[in-house]
């Protein structure tokens, strides 16, 4: 079966424009994170979706920063007015549930590099 | 809050020789434990983990590591590298009933040379 997917796999922007980026989830998994991979900051956590509602935003780093998730699958995370800074590999990853450890594992997609120019 | 680090930021080792990945994580409450390995030019994959029981967990690929409460470590182990365990590690917690988000480490990639 398909794995997680992220689009695009590369995205250049120029400073204060905004991006989506878009995570495909394991057919079935409720349990999606956002991830973010950078030189400065190391793996950070940035928001966490049971379903389609998100009970823990904790990571995000600024209000420039929001995610959706409609359908229980597909997931947007959208980065308005881009910062030099925000420059990273944005990773997603999905689980079959949260909850239970034993069925916790979360796989991650390829990721999103995003170079803010 | 929880916090994990893992002390070398390189590790370069020659083939067939043994490594040690170190990995101390700081925590008040019960967490379960995780080692990812990233591939060159790949995604995350879970290596291993510790959920309970038996504090000794191994991979397929010959990794091995211990969770040790009382030092609050969890480093891991291979007696004999190859070429092809060339990646960056990441060492990884999340607490117990919470909603599993992983905490890294700043990660310390394994360079194997023949």
């Known amino acids: 079966g398909a794995g997680v997917s992220q689009s695009p796999s590369n995205k250049v922007t120029e400073k204060g424009k905004d991006v989506e980026l878009r995570c495909d989830p394991i057919?079935?998994?409720?349990?999606l994170y956002w991830y973010r991979q950078s030189l400065g900051q190391g793996l950070e956590f940035l928001i966490y979706?049971?379903?389609?509602?998100?009970?823990?935003k904790s990571g995000l780093p600024s209000d420039r920063f929001s995610a959706e998730r409609t359908g229980g699958s597909v997931s947007t995370l959208t980065i308005q007015r881009t910062q030099q800074e925000d420059s990273a590999v944005y990773l997603c990853?999905?689980?079959?549930?949260?909850?239970?450890?034993?069925?916790?594992?979360?796989?991650f997609g390829p990721g999103t590099r995003l170079t803010v120019l | 809050a929880q916090s994990v680090t893992q002390l070398d930021s390189q590790v370069p080792v020659f083939e067939e020789a043994p490594v040690e990945l170190r990995c101390n994580y700081s925590?008040?409450?019960?967490?379960?434990l995780f080692w990812y390995v990233q591939y060159p030019n790949q995604g995350l994959q879970l290596l291993l983990k510790?959920?309970?029981?038996?504090?000794l967990v191994e991979s397929i690929n010959g990794f091995e590591a211990e969770f040790n409460k009382s030092q609050t470590s969890f480093h891991l182990r291979k007696p004999s590298v190859h070429i092809s365990d060339t990646a960056e590690y990441f060492c990884?917690?999340?607490?117990?009933?919470?909603?599993?988000?992983?905490?890294f480490g700043a990660g310390t990639r394994l360079a194997v040379h023949p």
């Open positions: 990853a999905s689980s079959l549930l949260a909850a239970n450890p034993l069925t916790n594992e979360q796989f």
């Open positions: 979706f049971q379903g389609n509602s998100a009970p823990d």
């Open positions: 057919s079935g998994h409720t349990a």
């Open positions: 510790y959920l309970s029981g038996s504090t």
């Open positions: 925590s008040s409450v019960s967490v379960y």
């Open positions: 990884a917690v999340t607490i117990s009933g919470g909603y599993n988000k992983l905490i």
